[in-house]
């Protein structure tokens, strides 16, 4: 089951530039991709957020969750969902 449906790779195409200083995509394809490759991944809310970027060791003890949805790696796919990208 692919878990990057057509919502996240837009909200990827559209705001890349906030992870990296130059498009690393260009089409859903693309996106697809590089994705794949990174491991990223749907989360469901802020808090699964939270935990994943616990669990994966960086300190977020003393962040507010707005600042862990401004993260570079944190896209808000904007229904709900956020994508995870570990570049």
């Known amino acids: ?47 699964e957020v939270m935990d994943y970027l616990d669990d994966a060791g960086m300190d977020i003890t003393d962040m507010s969750l707005e600042e862990i949805e401004e993260a570079e790696e944190v896209f808000a796919v904007g229904d709900g969902r956020y994508l995870v990208v570990d570049a």
């Open 1 to 47: 089951m692919n878990q990057y449906d057509d919502a996240v790779l837009e909200c990827f195409l559209k705001k890349q530039l906030k992870l990296f200083p130059e498009p690393v995509a260009e089409s859903m394809e693309e996106a697809e991709a590089f994705l794949n490759d990174c491991l990223a991944v749907v989360l469901d809310s802020i808090e």
